[in-house]
T-cell receptor, first 113, second 115 residues
Framework: GENVEQHPSTLSVQEGDSAVIKCTYS??????FPWYKQELGKGPQLIID?????GEKKDQRIAVTLNKTAKHFSLHITETQPEDSAVYFC????????????FGTGTSLTVIP | GAVVSQHPSWVICKSGTSVKIECRSL??????MFWYRQFPKQSLMLMAT?????????EQGVEKDKFLINHASLTLSTLTVTSAHPEDSSFYIC???????????FGPGTRLTVL
């Protein structure tokens, strides 16, 4: 089955700096890669996603890049703000096969004011 | 759009009792709903997948007689933890998707504490 690894497990950055979280996956058939932000005591919220036919996607301060050959994808947050502090999870799935998500182990991001 | 609610947000129960958690898609029809369990500082663990009108598919190691899942309509799925024990204490989260997209939208979670 699919195995998703996520690094780093914790990340601290100064406000205004950029943060990068990386994930690798093992199943080359995976073609949908969402990123979720989870605040303490709450459910995960989708922040951005990318499909395998696209190499990069951007939404304001958030961007995701995908390298299908290397089977890795990354989340980039620019101009970080304290409210970006949360746990971020990457996931991989295969479209139209029940859509089970394989989650990474999470990255706890702390933005220091 | 794409809002998923859960009720209750937290529940405390005595050992041996049963607890029902509801998951609702508020503004879309969810052909598939998922139930996850999350321990502190850990990732989400998929418990089961349910399609409307069908029996749920449970992940290996998840007892289907203990965690009863019903997906009776396109907007409602329920998880019943039967004969709860302290080790069942956890954060339970549901998610839902339509048949048109791959995206899963998550509920806010339910904190279960079994005394």
């Amino acid at each position: 089955g699919e195995n998703v690894e996520q690094h780093p497990s914790t990340l601290s950055v100064q406000e205004g700096d950029s943060a990068v979280i990386k994930c690798t996956y093992s199943d080359s058939a995976s073609n949908y890669f969402p990123w979720y932000k989870q605040e303490l005591g709450k459910g995960p919220q989708l922040i951005i996603d990318i499909r395998s036919n696209v190499g990069e996607k951007k939404d304001q301060r958030i961007a995701v890049t995908l390298n299908k050959t290397a089977k890795h994808f990354s989340l980039h947050i620019t101009e970080t703000q304290p409210e970006d502090s949360a746990v971020y999870f990457c996931a991989a799935s295969i479209s139209n096969t029940g859509n089970q998500f394989y989650f990474g182990t999470g990255t706890s991001l702390t933005v220091i004011p | 759009g794409a809002v998923v609610s859960q009720h209750p947000s937290w529940v405390i129960c005595k050992s041996g009792t049963s607890v029902k958690i509801e998951c609702r898609s508020l503004d879309f029809q969810a052909t598939t709903m998922f139930w996850y369990r999350q321990f502190p500082k850990q990732s989400l663990m998929l418990m089961a997948t349910s399609n409307e009108g069908s029996k749920a598919t449970y992940e290996q190691g998840v007892e289907k007689d203990k965690f009863l899942i019903n997906h009776a309509s396109l907007t409602l799925s329920t998880l019943t933890v039967t004969s709860a024990h302290p080790e069942d204490s956890s954060f339970y989260i549901c998610s839902a998707r339509t048949g048109a997209t791959d995206t899963q939208y998550f509920g806010p979670g339910t904190r279960l504490t079994v005394l």
